[in-house]
């Protein structure tokens, strides 16, 4: 058998110092590249949802976010929550149930004179999801008509009871020429953790960014006490608090997976 011996190839200095060139220059190269890659994979680009799915919140640069308060039960606590809000200079929205409305009706006046939105809860707080579409669109509708009656408007949000939805009790919104609206910020006032935790679930919470819209209710029992310095901290975070109606889209958006709300872009 014929045996090859193996050859070495002998480099001048010329030639050691052009492949350390071309060896250096190709290390630097993709080290300088790895970055600009990875950050393209990084990228997120929201798609729309493939479900339909109400606003939990809102893509924007700027520093907006909304208050809400949902009116089912009391309303003891209506005229210093209406008073803290004065004196803060803020504007929320109230989604009213419809048997709170013939309850009250004053207060809805005071809540709406006050230059707060008016949005609708439904009629008498059902479960959406075990209803008919055109159960559902009697429960908006009979709301809708109380306030029109009261106030001379018409509502366009709709927040469905219990935070409960699906596609029909949606589709019936829709309709009903309604926006679906949920949260991505709740306060758990309703479970009465006290005032500093209520505070601290607000201002501290994870999903609290650009286009939040926060959960209350107008009769949980540490509401009054904390709202006003829950208010100041949102501030003190750089946030300016805005109706509902002026944070949404009206048109020409998407929905990704998460119920966020994404203008599209004009083409």
């Known amino acids: 058998m014929l045996k090859l011996k193996p050859k070495f190839i002998v480099l001048n200095k010329k030639q050691v110092t052009k492949y350390l060139l071309i060896f250096t220059f190709i290390v630097a190269a993709s080290l300088i590249a790895k970055p600009t890659v990875q950050s393209v994979f990084n990228q997120t680009t929201a798609k729309p949802a493939k479900k339909s799915l109400p606003i939990y919140s809102v893509n924007t640069d700027q520093n907006k976010v909304a208050i809400s308060f949902d009116a089912a039960w009391g309303a003891d606590d ?63 509708m009979n709301a809708h008509k109380k306030v029109k009656d009261l106030l001379g408007v018409d509502m366009e949000l709709y ?15 829709q309709e009903c020429n309604y926006y679906s609206i949920q949260w991505d910020v709740d306060s758990l006032d309703w479970k009465e953790k006290g005032r500093q935790a209520q505070i601290d679930q607000v201002l501290n919470n994870k999903n609290l960014g650009k286009g939040s819209i926060i959960l209350f209710h107008n009769d949980a029992k540490y509401t009054p006490e904390s709202l006003d310095e829950t208010i100041k901290g949102l501030k003190s975070k750089g946030y300016e608090i805005v109706k509902i109606a002026d944070l949404i889209y009206k048109d020409n958006y998407f929905m990704d997976h998460t119920g966020r709300q994404f203008k599209k872009e004009e083409k």
């Not at 927040?159 to 919104?173: C, H, I, M, Q, S």
């Open 78 to 140: 209506t005229d210093e929550l209406l008073k803290i809000l004065k004196d803060n200079d803020v504007k929320t929205t109230f989604f009213l149930c419809g048997y709170w409305i013939d309850k009250y009706p004053d207060e809805v006046k005071k809540i709406y004179e006050q230059g707060h939105d008016i949005g609708n809860h439904s009629n008498t707080h059902p479960h959406g999801a075990q209803l008919s579409l055109e159960q559902n669109k009697e429960e908006i």
């Open 159 to 173: 927040r469905p009871p219990f935070g409960e939805y699906n596609d029909t009790v949606l589709k019936a919104a």
